[in-house]
């Protein structure tokens, strides 16, 4: 049995396998075949592979040096299904962002400095850049540290993610339909793009609080349905045509917040309901939540600026920082930051599934 060598790393509120391009086949095809092996899809318990059997821990990064000047790596993020044999570029992952400067630092594609590193990394998908800083004491990637983040147990080091050219990074436009608002099925929403296409709506227009638990909401068919709609109607509004099979956009609920926060949200990820909220994801609901007349614009608790806009999800809170320049005829983003975390959970060998064709489980 051939292995292939990979690293298994969380980053942030996700886990994927990490691995360098060089060790993958350069024909797309053959590399996503290989890959669906290795993570045992398609199976909704991935047994018989890396897979966790969720969307959040069925992702991969391909890291290679960058092949144009402004970064030091590429970073192509790749979603794989759990039950279907899909394999999506269509989006970014903020989450595992948060594990490539390490990453690309463990296995010598960038020179680590010392206390910390900077890591400039090319985001395949949309050719945005992101910077990526961590402690790296004596020029080795520090994992252990007191920061905190919603959805993970214990304490990590902080990895700060700054980002630039998000804006309408898969939709071209960081309002895709060119309005703060449309109607969709009835529903007002606010579609919007800044490093994830996202469909925001309050919860209380599809007759629910915004405050169910995830399981809750999973076990409804009928806000299923309605989300399908919803998101499959935008995605055509929104440029990206039938999305029927894609993972974008994202459908953000919002509802008045109850922890202290800025506003409560429920996300679904196209349709699973997310435990928590993704890092672009999060970053793009508070650049609409930013704009007047978007939305939950009027259900937000808006910080004051400059400060942190906290995002409250199903287990917790997600701080991030947007700055938008709305005195133009369109809005803009400045700027766009938020801290995570990362960690090395294996380092090694991985051994595929054998057989070229993805099959089906017993």
């Given at each position: 049995m051939t292995g292939l060598r990979c690293m298994l790393?969380?980053?942030?509120?996700?886990?994927?396998?990490?691995?360098?391009?060089?060790?993958?086949?350069?024909?797309p095809a053959e590399r996503d075949d290989l890959l669906l092996r290795v993570m045992g899809t398609p199976d909704p318990r991935q047994i018989d592979g890396l897979g966790g059997a969720h969307p959040l821990t069925s992702k991969v990064a391909v890291v290679s040096r960058s092949s144009g000047s402004g970064a030091d790596v590429d970073y192509l993020f790749l979603q794989l299904g759990v039950d279907e044999p899909t394999v999506s570029d269509r989006q970014n992952c903020g989450n595992l962002l948060a594990g490539v400067g390490p990453f690309a630092v463990e296995r010598g594609l960038v020179t680590a400095g010392d206390p910390e590193t900077g890591v400039r990394v090319r985001m395949v998908n949309?050719?945005?850049?992101?910077?990526?800083?961590?402690?790296?004491?004596?020029?080795?990637?520090?994992?252990?540290?007191?920061?905190?983040?919603?959805?993970?147990?214990g304490t990590a080091a902080p990895v700060v993610l700054d980002f630039a050219g998000t804006e309408g990074s898969s939709c071209g436009a960081l309002l895709p339909t060119g309005r703060v608002r449309d109607v969709i099925d009835g529903v007002e929403v606010t579609c919007v793009d800044n490093g994830m296409p996202v469909v925001v709506a309050a919860a209380t227009a599809l007759g629910i609080t915004g405050h169910e638990t995830p399981?809750?909401?999973?076990?409804?068919?009928?806000?299923?349905?309605?989300?399908?709609?919803l998101?499959?109607?935008?995605?055509?509004?929104?440029?990206?045509?039938d999305v029927t099979g894609a993972s974008v956009p994202k459908t953000t609920l919002v509802a008045p917040p109850r922890e202290g926060g800025m506003i409560a949200t429920r996300t679904f990820i196209p349709l699973r309901v997310h435990a928590s909220i993704g890092v672009l994801g999060a970053v793009t609901v508070a650049t609409a939540l930013l704009m007047?007349?978007?939305?939950?614009?009027?259900?937000?608790?808006?910080?004051?600026?400059?400060?942190?806009?906290?995002?409250?999800h199903p287990t917790g809170r997600l701080d991030v920082m947007v700055e938008?320049?709305?005195?133009a005829a369109h809005p803009t983003v400045r700027r766009s930051s938020i801290v995570r975390t990362a960690r090395k959970l294996f380092d090694g060998t991985v051994f595929p599934r054998p057989g070229g064709t993805h099959g089906t489980p017993a």
């Open positions: 790393m969380r980053g942030g509120t996700s886990k994927g396998a990490y691995f360098l391009a060089e060790d993958l086949p350069s024909d949309s050719g945005s850049i992101a910077t990526a800083t961590f402690p790296t004491p004596s020029g080795n990637v520090e994992y252990a540290g007191d920061t905190a983040i919603s959805g993970v147990p399981a809750e909401l999973a076990a409804d068919d009928r806000i299923r349905d309605r989300i399908q709609s998101r499959l109607q935008a995605g055509t509004l929104m440029g990206l045509g007047d007349g978007a939305v939950g614009h009027d259900l937000a608790e808006l910080p004051a600026p400059g400060s942190p806009m906290s995002i409250e938008l320049d709305d005195t």
